[in-house]
């Protein structure tokens, strides 16, 4: 997938959500080009501006400018795009593994279209960091992010009607307790003894 491609898709599952992952459930595709064509590209987006806003342009409280010191930054925007990553593939695990219980086929190339692609205005959203003061926005993308997560679940998967939601709840639960463990994990590895403050940005 190409840089052209992977915009088009980034508009159209916000503009077209519904058709689009129509589109997605009927593509061949394999689970390493989901990674390395598109999960890979867009989850640098936040790693990488996160890193430019904690450390180079900094946080301005008024009385001053506060920088993360750029090796601690370096090592964050590591951990929080590798964690990442880990984070969408164990989704996609999660997704296909309660799959049956819902009445979906497992099918873990599907479930992991859905981990993927759902993650995508998050990712995008991440150029926020750039200025650390806007990186609130994020939280509202987010909301976005869970109804496309949804969407993929009722398309992708394709559920029963009575089980549809109840298949979104139970993965939305995992899905924050990983979100919340892998920016924890980030924080406290790159950013000892400061992890809370990062984590009050």
Excluded: H
């Amino acid at each position: 997938m190409n840089f052209n491609a992977i915009l088009q898709r980034c508009l159209a599952l916000v503009t077209k959500p519904k058709e689009e992952w129509e589109k997605i459930k009927g593509e061949d595709t394999s689970i390493a080009a989901l990674f390395t064509q598109y999960a890979m590209i867009l989850a640098a987006i936040p790693a990488l501006a996160g890193f430019i806003g904690y450390s180079l342009i900094g946080i301005n409280f008024g009385l001053g400018t506060f920088r993360i010191p750029a090796g601690r930054g370096l090592l964050w925007a590591i951990f929080q795009y590798v964690l990442a990553l880990v984070g969408v593939y164990v989704m996609g695990l999660i997704i296909d593994l309660l799959a049956s219980s819902f009445g979906a086929e497992k099918n873990l190339k599907e479930s992991m279209k859905i981990a993927v692609y759902a993650w995508t205005p998050v990712w995008v959203a991440g150029i926020l960091l750039l200025i650390p003061s806007l990186s609130v926005i994020t939280l509202i993308v987010s909301l976005y992010a869970l109804f496309l997560f949804y969407l993929g679940i009722k398309i992708v998967k394709n559920p029963p009607e009575d089980k549809a939601m109840a298949y979104f709840v139970v993965t939305l639960i995992v899905a924050i307790v990983v979100s919340l463990l892998i920016n924890y994990l980030a924080r406290v590895i790159a950013f000892p003894g400061i992890g809370s403050f990062m984590g009050r940005l």
